[in-house]
């Protein structure tokens, strides 16, 4: 019997709104990213009915501070957990996601135990009516981003910090690497540095040539390092952490020798799939990288390193919910571990580029100084390599893109990348 005909009220939403619960629980109260969550939801659930609670839960988690601020006058006391999740989601479907009243608020009290029922009722009733222009008041830049990411990018970018928040607030595009000699699925923009870009919400899967390995899903700024790396034909190449593969594609396509190096194996196994659909070959090493030892020198490496992944939040808007400042100081230091290891690994005169999907300067920058000692030389990026991105080379010759820049195209990934030799 289905949940929903088990469900006393007959509910035609019951099964998305519960399922939604369950991810908002997941993440917000036992901090398991959002991925996880959904791969736990029912097999028995549609695919249809997990894509809407999926998309209820994300917009939820974006604006979690927003949505709080616009129930709070409607509460007199702090309810429990679930039905504090159930008033957020119904609100984010009142406020965010269109759903017509009745649906959102009958659906939503479908899913709270019958003794809170009259309350969800209630201030959902409020929401939809006095919600809109409440929502419209708030400063939602400050109170969708964690005190402590605020302080930390307005301290990196200054006022930009904004247009980063802002920019976490928006559903971002699908991003796709053409293999060679593939043609734009259609409707796709072709972007100056080379990725195709197709409208937020487009189901990869469903396009003509995925399946035959025409393209792989990579944000615009994630497909940068590898460029940046230009691995030759012939080259021995290592990308370090490799999965999910992206980047060990770029490298594969290139036709450098690849080896691909990730201590995960669930990821590593991911990681074999993609390559097998996209009909490339790299030698895939289920290891540590900060302590592999291959017994021969490489050409080039690509470490993309392990990060708080701040600047990924427009597309896992479970971050924020995720990671707290502690966990700034001890990535940082994994990755001077891992960069340290790597350029033990590099032949003299080989090249290593080293990136992170983060935000945060102590991810990025600061590694710049510990390269020194490590007798890495910078490489400095130059301008004609990033085309139509010239507002993300630093003064240092390095990259640094962030969610607002190709605004009008819609936004990038955060990410950082340098360049060294090695002396």
């Given amino acids: 019997m289905s949940d929903q005909r088990r469900h006393p009220g007959g509910t035609a939403g019951y099964p998305v709104r519960k399922a939604t619960l369950a ?15 959904l791969d736990a939801l029912p097999a028995r659930l549609a695919p249809r009915d997990r894509s809407a609670a999926h998309r209820i839960a994300a917009a939820v988690l974006r604006r979690a501070g927003s949505l709080d601020a616009v129930l709070e006058p409607f509460l007199r006391r702090e309810p429990p957990t679930e039905v504090r999740a159930a008033l957020r989601a119904g609100a984010a479907e009142l406020l965010l996601l269109g759903t017509p009243a009745h649906a959102a608020v009958a659906a939503t009290v479908s899913v709270v135990p019958k003794a809170f029922a009259g309350l969800v009722n209630a201030v959902l009733r409020k929401v939809a009516t006095e919600g809109p222009a409440a929502l419209e008041g708030l ?31 928006e559903t971002p595009p699908l991003d796709l690497t053409l293999a060679p000699g593939a043609a734009a699925p259609e409707g796709a923009t072709m972007l100056p540095t080379g990725t195709a870009r197709l409208p937020a919400g487009t189901r990869v899967a469903d396009l003509p040539g995925f399946a035959e390995g025409a393209f792989w899903v990579q944000d615009a700024a994630a497909a940068l390092p590898a460029r940046l790396l230009a691995a030759r034909p012939g080259e021995r190449v290592a990308d370090l952490c490799a999965a999910p593969g992206g980047k060990t594609a770029q490298l594969a396509v290139a036709g450098a020798r690849v080896v691909a190096v990730e201590r995960d194996p669930k990821r590593l196994t991911r990681l074999k799939e993609n390559l097998a659909r996209l009909k490339l070959e790299a030698d895939c090493i289920e290891a540590d990288a900060a302590t592999w030892s291959p017994g021969e020198a490489f050409d080039a490496i690509l470490l993309d390193a392990p990060c708080t992944a701040t600047g990924i939040i427009r597309r896992h808007p479970d971050i924020p919910h995720l990671k707290r400042a502690a966990d700034v100081a001890p990535m940082a230091e994994t990755q001077a571990r891992l960069l340290a290891h790597a350029a033990t690994l590099l032949k003299p005169g080989g090249r290593l580029v080293l990136a992170t999907c983060s935000l945060q300067p102590e991810e990025g920058e600061a590694h710049l100084a510990r390269a020194a000692g490590l007798g890495l030389a910078p490489d400095p990026i130059r301008a004609e390599e990033l085309p139509g991105l010239e507002a993300a080379l630093t003064p240092q010759g390095t990259l640094r893109t962030r969610p607002d820049l190709w605004g009008d195209r819609g936004g990038l990934d955060g990410f950082f990348a340098a360049r060294f030799l090695k002396a």
């Fill in 139 to 169: 400063d939602a830049e400050r109170l969708d981003t964690p005190p402590w990411l605020w302080s930390a990018w307005h301290g990196a970018y200054g006022p930009a910090v904004r247009a980063i928040a802002r920019a976490h607030r």
């Fill in 23 to 37: 991810l908002l629980d997941a993440v917000m109260v036992r901090r398991r990213p959002l991925e996880e969550a």
